[in-house]
């Protein structure tokens, strides 16, 4: 069962094609890493499949559903979640309510039951708390429950958003450079995490990472893009010994 | 119902002050006149509520808040006269009428509006504003009993201290039960980031259009009990200048703090009020040199507003 299929995306900027014909496939419960150079295009598919832009040409299906050009608010409720490359947490808010907003959200009561305080308002609070302790737990951010999110480091900024995402109990999750801007020991501690978020949460993951490094070790499958075009999709052992990957990553600090 | 059992601090609280501010009335200490004052202060408290949930929780800035109060209290002051409304009871649906007029051309404005980002939102309710204000002054050509630009005039007196205090009380629960449940912690979260709140699945305009409409249904009604306890209109009560008064009670008190509305409320009232009887009759007019004064001292003391932690 595929998860989810892109197939032919384009979109292009005032005349710049960022993406151009875009096509890869995710197969249920696999990782699918998408790599390639500062500019290529990768966020911009990102954003194609959540709906924040709009697809030029081409179709998105997931679990056989065209949902292209759906408005991105929509999608979580389909199943799909997502992260930022320049992080949106609620910054103001504390740690606990930027998981619980997400809870709510996927699993909430009525606003009669929010004014008067119904039987239903007291259990869906009840449970989104807990999962909410849940969540942050599992992404060692306990204790810090009510810090607001932008006093966290930004390795745990890194981690609460994607305990945000996961709250929203999706089949895919799409991480947009998780590594960005964390030292190697919070990589591999983040390499980590999103290997027992795979197992836990059984559900697919995609990755967008600039570094080659941390998508080959837990991808399935890489995809390569290069000027907005995919110029290779294979494991990550072909990938690495790819020509043209190699070309595309040159005179950039590589592998 | 889970709804008097969650409020039963509030409501104590509430019944305390009721019966202070009752016996301060009752045995005279205070005139006629601070009595009239007391309830424009819980008629301004609620309509800066109204302002708060709009601008301090959702982040919706709107400088056209005087025109939704006004709508409340020119719905109102023209179903009193024209039914000649003197019984409290036959009062409170019309209350309540007036506040959904107001919610109502609220969720009609906000529909095309808060689809605009800050700075034309900002413009664009300042234009409503102007627009609402326009119509005020030429209300007397739909209808004789609006009085124009000469104001509206013989409207009954129904506002009573005990029903502004009970309506104020009862939408003030109702506004925090809202704020603290998720309702409240979307309008929260799209005061942050819209697009991270649409990645976790919140519809931000319906949002926001529901903040908008209920903090205008707040200023509604806040209007109608001042039609009701002022018996007379005039335009230039609603105009830009009433709804930088609200702003600057939202400001002041601490953008998303039902608390600090309150106080806010209290003290913006008791000082412009207080300041008129303190003040000898020639210097009167200097309030609004102290006040803006005192607003900038107050702002660099708690740039965050009275209530809310300074963020670090
Ligand atoms: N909103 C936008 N407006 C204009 N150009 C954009 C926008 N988003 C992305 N681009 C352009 O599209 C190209 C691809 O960007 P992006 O998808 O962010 O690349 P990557 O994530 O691979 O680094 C870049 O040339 C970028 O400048
Ligand atoms: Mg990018």
Redesign the interface.
């Known amino acids: 069962m595929n998860a989810l299929e892109v197939e032919g995306l384009e979109k292009s900027f005032g005349g710049v094609k960022a993406v151009d014909g875009i096509s890869f496939v995710v197969e249920e419960g696999k990782t699918v890493g998408i790599i390639g150079p500062n500019g290529a295009g990768k966020t911009t598919v990102f954003n194609l499949i959540?709906g924040?832009y709009r697809v030029d040409r081409g179709r998105i299906l997931f679990y056989g559903k065209n949902i292209t050009r759906t408005?991105?608010?929509?999608?979580?409720?389909l199943g799909i979640?997502?992260t930022?490359q320049n992080l949106?947490?609620?910054?103001?808010?504390s740690v606990f309510?930027n998981v619980?907003?997400?809870i709510?959200?996927?699993d909430?009561?009525n606003?009669v039951?929010?004014?008067?305080?119904?039987?239903d308002?007291?259990m869906k609070e009840g449970k989104a708390e807990k999962k909410a302790r849940e969540l942050i737990e599992f992404f060692q951010l306990s204790g810090k429950e009510n810090y607001?999110a932008n006093?966290l480091p930004y390795g745990e900024q890194r981690r609460l958003e994607i305990a945000?995402?996961l709250?929203?109990q999706p089949k895919i999750l799409l991480v947009d450079e998780p590594g960005a801007g964390m030292n190697p020991r919070e990589v591999q501690d983040l390499l980590q995490t999103l290997r027992e978020v795979k197992e836990r949460f059984s559900l697919s993951i995609v990755i967008i990472e600039h570094q080659m490094g941390l998508v080959m070790n837990i991808s399935d499958k890489v995809v390569v893009m290069d000027f907005g075009e995919k110029i290779m999709e294979g494991t990550p052992g072909e990938v690495k010994k790819d020509k043209r990957v190699i070309e595309a990553y040159l005179g950039e600090e590589f592998i | 119902?889970?709804?008097f059992?969650?409020a039963r601090k509030v409501i104590l609280l509430s019944v305390l002050i009721y019966l202070s501010v009752k016996a301060i009335f009752f045995f005279g200490y205070v005139s006629q006149y601070i009595e009239q004052i007391t309830l424009y202060a819980l008629i301004v408290i609620l309509a800066s509520l109204g302002l708060n949930v709009i601008y301090g929780y959702t982040g919706q800035f709107s400088l056209g808040h005087a025109a939704f109060y006004g709508i409340g209290a020119y719905v109102s002051a023209y179903l009193t006269k024209i039914f000649s409304i003197e019984n409290i009871f036959a009062y409170i649906p019309i209350l309540f009428i007036s506040g959904a007029a107001a919610g109502l051309i609220g969720y009609l404005i906000g529909i095309p509006i808060l689809r605009l980002r800050d700075d034309f939102l900002a413009i664009a309710t300042l234009g409503f504003g102007t627009l609402v204000r326009v119509l005020l002054d030429n209300s007397d050509k739909f209808s004789e009993v609006f009085g124009g630009s000469r104001g509206f005039v013989g409207i009954p007196r129904l506002t009573t201290f005990e029903l502004a205090f009970v309506i104020v009380i009862f939408l003030i629960l109702?506004t925090h039960?809202?704020i603290y449940?998720?309702?409240g912690?979307?309008w929260?979260?799209i005061k942050?980031?819209e697009?991270?709140?649409?990645?976790?699945?919140?519809?931000?305009f319906s949002m926001k259009l529901m903040a908008f409409t209920y903090g205008c249904f707040l200023a509604g009604i806040g209007g109608a009990l001042y039609a009701n306890l002022y018996t007379f209109l005039h335009p230039s009560n609603f105009d830009i200048l009433k709804s930088i008064d609200f702003l600057i009670i939202v400001i002041v008190g601490g953008m998303g703090s039902i608390a600090g509305t309150i106080y806010a409320g209290l003290i913006w009232v008791g000082f412009i009020e207080g300041l008129r009887i303190v003040l000898p009759a020639e210097v009167v007019d200097l309030r609004w040199v102290f006040i803006p004064l005192l607003l900038i001292a107050l702002m660099m003391w708690k740039p965050y507003g009275l209530m809310t932690k300074s963020?670090?």
């Open positions: 959540t924040f408005q991105p608010y929509k999608l979580p409720h979640a997502r930022f949106r947490l609620f910054s103001n808010l309510e619980l907003s997400a709510l959200k996927k909430g009561y606003v039951s929010s004014v008067f305080r119904t039987a308002y007291f607001p006093n945000r995402a709250a929203l | 119902m889970n709804f059992w969650e109702i039960n809202l449940s998720r309702y912690l979307f929260r979260c942050n980031d697009l991270a709140s649409a990645s976790i699945g919140i519809n931000t963020r670090n």
